[in-house]
C-alpha cells in the first residue's frame, strides 16, 4: 500500500490509539490487499474510536466491536419489530385501497390489530435496547434507527389519511 495513504488512514485514529496500536496496523496494512469495503470499514471503526474511545481506561484498552448490524438484525429481536412494522402497514394500505380513507364510526378489527401490531413491538425493542446497546453501542443504535423508520413508515399512512 502507498506510505501516504497509509499515513492518512492511521492519523483517521486518534492520537491515543496510534501510540499504541500504529507499528501493528502499519504492518497489517503493508502486507494485506485493502480494498474499497475495507477502507470503509477502517474509516468506520476510526470514527467509532474516536467518538467512543474509553478516555478513562487507559491508552492501552481498544474498542472492539465484534458484533455488526446484519448480525444484530438477524436475531429476532433485531427483525421482529420491523416484520410487525411493516406488516401494520400492509393492513392499512390495504384496508385504505378496499375502503378508502374515510375514517367511520367505529374504529374496527383492522384498527385494533393494527395498533395491537404496533404496541406490541415496545417490549421487543426494550429488549434489544437493554441486550444490545451495552455490548455493541453503534451496531445496536443502527438497528434501532432502521427498526424506528419501520414504525414511522408504518404511522405514515395513518397520520397521512387522518385515520
Known amino acids: 500500500m502507498n506510505r501516504t495513504i ?4 492511521i492519523r483517521l485514529y486518534p492520537k491515543s490509539w496510534r501510540s499504541r496500536f500504529r507499528a501493528e496496523f502499519e504492518d497489517l496494512l503493508a502486507s494485506e490487499h485493502i480494498g474499497a469495503f475495507a477502507l470503509l470499514d477502517v474509516a468506520r471503526a476510526a470514527t467509532v474510536e474516536r467518538l467512543f474511545s474509553p478516555s478513562g481506561l487507559g491508552d492501552d484498552t481498544m474498542q472492539t466491536y465484534p458484533n455488526s448490524v446484519v448480525m444484530l438484525i438477524r436475531k429476532p429481536s433485531g427483525y421482529l419489530p420491523i416484520i410487525m412494522s411493516m406488516a401494520a402497514l400492509a393492513l392499512v394500505v390495504s384496508i385504505v385501497a378496499m375502503h ?4 367511520g364510526r367505529d374504529e374496527g378489527a383492522a384498527a385494533h390489530t393494527f395498533q395491537l401490531l404496533v404496541v406490541a413491538q415496545l417490549p421487543i425493542l426494550a429488549f434489544f435496547a437493554v441486550k444490545w446497546l451495552r455490548k455493541d453501542r453503534v451496531s445496536a443504535l443502527s438497528v434501532m434507527v432502521i427498526q424506528a423508520a419501520a414504525v414511522g413508515l408504518a404511522l405514515l399512512p395513518v397520520w397521512a389519511f387522518g385515520l
Do not use: H, L, S, V
Open 6 to 9: 497509509m499515513a492518512w488512514i
Open 100 to 103: 378508502g380513507a374515510a375514517r
